[in-house]
């Protein structure tokens, strides 16, 4: 079974300073890999995604992430952050659940605190 | 606005009721998703439904039931509800099976007292 892990439950960064979001997943075969964004008391809402090609994604909000399959990772990263930018990030996987049918494993979320 | 509907936002029920909540997916979506969002467990995925049949179930208990209409919506039901089922629950929307890149709804979240 498919399975991601964030290894960081919570990190605080400098407002302006450069962010990376750690994700590694398990899953058998070539994934979908995703990153969804929560702000207090919203749904989530997708940055960026993975399907196929170059590994290097862009996403919304100036986000990117970068797939290896070597490490079975997929980090997301921004150059600079600001203090809108804190929130809960969830990574995902998009697994084959049985014949055409995908379901979406997140990981449990790193918080983000950004001090001004 | 996600497109994604959900109602109510808030819920407050006993112990041992029972309650629907209610989806209405994204306009042209088949895809109906139901996650379950708490503390302790993170999100868990329940159901998914597309163009009204049921398609693929994750940790979805016996006593949580759920449907999808011909006009797409959809409606999770819970019963006999316990202090534990307290979360915030979640339904997605997406055009294919597939689920390539879910969209979101802005969540219900219960509270059972």
């Known amino acids: 079974a498919q399975s991601v892990t964030q290894p960081d439950i919570h990190i605080t960064v400098s407002e302006g300073a450069s962010l990376e979001l750690r994700c590694n997943y398990s899953?058998?075969?070539?994934?979908?890999l995703f990153w969804y964004v929560q702000s207090p008391g919203q749904g989530l809402q997708l940055l960026l995604k993975?399907?196929?090609?170059?590994?290097l994604v862009q996403g919304i909000k100036g986000f990117e992430a970068e797939f290896k399959r070597s490490q079975s990772s997929f980090n997301l990263r921004k150059p600079s952050v600001h203090w809108s930018d804190a929130a809960e990030y969830f990574c995902?996987?998009?697994?084959?659940?049985?014949?055409?049918?995908?379901?979406?494993?997140f990981g449990k979320g790193t918080l983000l605190t950004v001090n001004p | 606005d996600s497109g994604v509907t959900q109602t109510p936002k808030h819920l407050i029920t006993a112990t041992g009721q029972r309650v629907t909540l209610r989806c209405s997916p994204r306009?042209?979506?088949?895809?109906v998703y139901w996650y379950q969002q708490s503390l302790d467990q993170g999100l868990q995925f329940l159901i998914q439904?597309?163009?009204?049949?049921?398609?693929a179930k994750g940790n979805i208990l016996e006593r949580f039931s759920a449907q999808q209409f011909p006009d797409l919506h959809s409606e999770l039901n819970l019963s006999s509800l316990e202090l534990g089922d307290s979360a915030l629950y979640f339904c997605?929307?997406?055009?294919?099976?597939?689920?390539?890149?879910?969209?979101f709804g802005s969540g219900t979240r219960l509270t059972v007292v």
């Open positions: 997605a929307s997406s055009v294919d099976p597939q689920g390539a890149g879910y969209t």
């Open positions: 899953y058998g075969a070539t994934p979908y």
């Open positions: 993975y399907f196929s090609g170059d590994t």
């Open positions: 995902a996987v998009g697994a084959n659940s049985g014949g055409s049918n995908y379901k979406l494993t």
């Open positions: 306009s042209g979506d088949l895809s």
């Open positions: 439904y597309y163009n009204g049949e049921e398609r």
